[in-house]
């Protein structure tokens, strides 16, 4: 297909990256976003090397790679401390690490500055309220009253997607794992050269996110999904991290910031049926939201992005496309999904213990395959 005009709802990394691998095919790309202020949280985020190949494909790898750090191996440690393994990470470019880490806002800048260069049309502060399609075209009606109409809809709007609700109301819905992850930004030590793993039921990661800062994520059971005010969240997350390594006990020591905590209810949710509605397509977390366990949320997103692209350039109707792009990507995203949600269901004594070591090995051999 030729000249299609595409709306992308949500301006996060699965909606900004749709845009940079549409324009690049010449498709005509605007991307609306509910944020006016366009404000990501300020901890960091774990790309793989998977990752780094996609940003290669979309022309960005020099600036992606350069606003963060890399790294090449995780290693796992037993709750007490101790090291069990180290995880060679495999390096799918040779000229670049097999990881990255970066921190979200640095990530945000690089993605929004390359669909603005590739010539994407980027409105803030607007959704839609009502999506009509008619079989030819997609009216779009906006939250400022405003309506278009655009040959192709893309929902990129997360985990509670608002054209899911639209086009797929049936669909699943996100469920509460029954777990929460917080989240810290530390001064990073010299001797982290690896993402460090934790196991244990309070889980815990050190991330390389610059030469001198790092952040910490702390994964914990939270019974009944609650809700903590922002007053007193670095206590409640240094509690947290009373039962761990002596090690981690002592970074838990700078966390003072209640600003500085970004604290989420861990949900997952797979949608098992299509991923389209007529012209109106869905991608990343709208389809398949995933726990962190892995660190291939993002990763998994920008993968869907490309083939996406690639389809809708490859196939002469819509709905070959889409039906292409799910058909490529399911069973990959569904592994990330389902593998992840076992490792936490392990953490929280409701399935089987994984071993994250073998977990991590796994999931690097399986994103190092094509996409």
């Known amino acids: 297909m030729q000249d299609l005009d595409i709306l992308i709802i949500g301006g996060g990394i699965g909606?900004?990256?749709?845009?940079?691998?549409?324009?690049?095919?010449?498709?005509?790309?605007?991307?609306?976003?509910?944020?006016?202020?366009?404000?990501?949280?300020?901890?960091?985020?774990?790309?793989?090397?998977?990752?780094?190949?996609?940003?290669?494909?979309?022309?960005?790898?020099?600036?992606?790679?350069?606003?963060g750090v890399g790294f090449d191996a995780v290693e796992v440690y037993a709750p007490n401390g101790t090291m069990v393994a180290r995880v060679p990470s495999p390096r799918l470019l040779p000229d670049y690490p097999a990881n990255l880490g970066v921190g979200r806002r640095q990530?945000?800048?690089?993605?929004?500055?390359?669909?603005?260069?590739?010539?994407?049309?980027i409105r803030l502060g607007l959704t839609a309220s009502a999506i009509d399609d008619d079989g030819e075209?997609?009216?779009?009606?906006?939250?400022d009253g405003s309506t278009d109409r655009f040959d192709i809809v893309i929902g990129a709007d997360g985990v509670y997607s608002q054209t899911r609700a639209m086009i797929l109301p049936d669909a699943e819905q996100p469920q509460f794992t029954g777990q929460a992850v917080w989240r810290y930004n530390l001064p990073r030590p010299a001797n982290l050269d690896a993402l460090n793993v934790y196991n244990g039921p309070t889980g815990v990661g050190l991330v390389p996110i610059s030469d001198d800062l790092m952040y910490i994520y702390v994964t914990t059971p939270e019974p009944g999904n609650p809700r903590y005010p922002r007053q007193g969240l670095a206590a409640a997350m240094r509690a947290r991290?009373?039962?761990?390594?002596?090690a981690i006990r002592e970074l838990g020591e700078q966390i003072t910031d209640d600003d500085g905590v970004v604290y989420r209810p861990l949900e997952g949710m797979l949608v098992e049926g299509p991923w389209h509605s007529g012209r109106v397509v869905l991608l990343g977390d709208a389809v398949h939201a995933?726990?962190?366990?892995?660190?291939?949320?993002?990763?998994?997103?920008?993968?869907?992005?490309i083939v996406l692209a690639d389809e809708l350039a490859r196939h002469d109707t819509v709905a070959e496309a889409f039906a292409a792009y799910r058909t490529r990507r399911f069973d990959r995203c569904a592994y990330i999904v389902r593998s992840s949600l076992a490792i936490c269901m392990g953490q929280l004594g409701k399935g089987p213990p994984v071993d994250n070591a073998q977990a991590t090995a796994e999931m690097f051999a399986l994103t190092a395959q094509p996409i």
């Open 290 to 305: 995933t726990t962190p366990h892995l660190g291939q949320g993002a990763g998994m997103a920008i993968e869907d992005s």
């Open 241 to 246: 991290m009373a039962g761990c390594a002596p």
């Open 15 to 67: 909606g900004l990256t749709s845009a940079i691998a549409l324009r690049e095919r010449g498709f005509a790309v605007t991307v609306i976003e509910r944020d006016p202020d366009w404000t990501v949280y300020g901890v960091g985020i774990i790309q793989q090397g998977n990752v780094l190949r996609a940003a290669e494909t979309l022309g960005i790898l020099g600036s992606y790679a350069a606003a």
């Open 107 to 121: 990530l945000q800048k690089v993605l929004a500055d390359a669909a603005r260069d590739a010539g994407t049309v």
């Open 137 to 143: 075209a997609v009216q779009v009606t906006f939250s």
